[in-house]
């Protein structure tokens, strides 16, 4: 079992920047391939980014290609979500989630994450 708490959403404006974290409990953090996922009012939760176990790969959705940056510490059971250049369109609530199904193909669906956190709010205003 792991458990997932976000943390770090706010409000910014458009152009700012935030941090979000996730922290995981479990002694096994370092073998799930750890997402983030958003969803906006109205819409479909989506995927954002993944990494890898030890941090090495990432994968990140389009739309925040070259503006969000994931990380992880394995020693402090911790992934972060570097969120730069904020944008309206941003807003939504963010979720990490954790998925043992590997890196051959990078899990991007809903239904590869295993464990989810309970998700944090960040608005983005213009």
């Known amino acids: 079992q792991v458990q997932l708490v976000e943390s770090g959403g706010g409000l910014v404006q458009a152009g700012g920047s935030l941090r979000l974290s996730c922290a995981a409990s479990?002694?096994?953090?370092?073998?799930?391939?750890m997402g983030w996922f958003r969803q906006a009012p109205g819409k479909e939760r989506e995927f954002v980014a993944a990494?890898?176990?030890?941090?090495?790969?990432?994968y990140y959705a389009n739309s925040v290609k070259g503006r969000f940056t994931i990380s992880r510490d394995n020693a402090k059971n911790t992934v972060y979500l570097q969120m730069n250049s904020l944008k309206p369109e941003d807003t939504a609530v963010y979720y990490c989630?954790?998925?043992?199904?590997?890196?051959?193909?990078?899990?991007?669906?809903?239904?590869?994450?295993?464990?989810w956190g309970q998700g944090t709010q960040v608005t983005v205003s213009s």
């Open positions: 990494i890898s176990w030890s941090g090495s790969m990432t």
């Open positions: 989630a954790a998925s043992n199904r590997g890196w051959t193909s990078v899990p991007r669906s809903l239904g590869e994450y295993d464990y």
């Open positions: 479990g002694r096994t953090f370092s073998s799930y391939v």
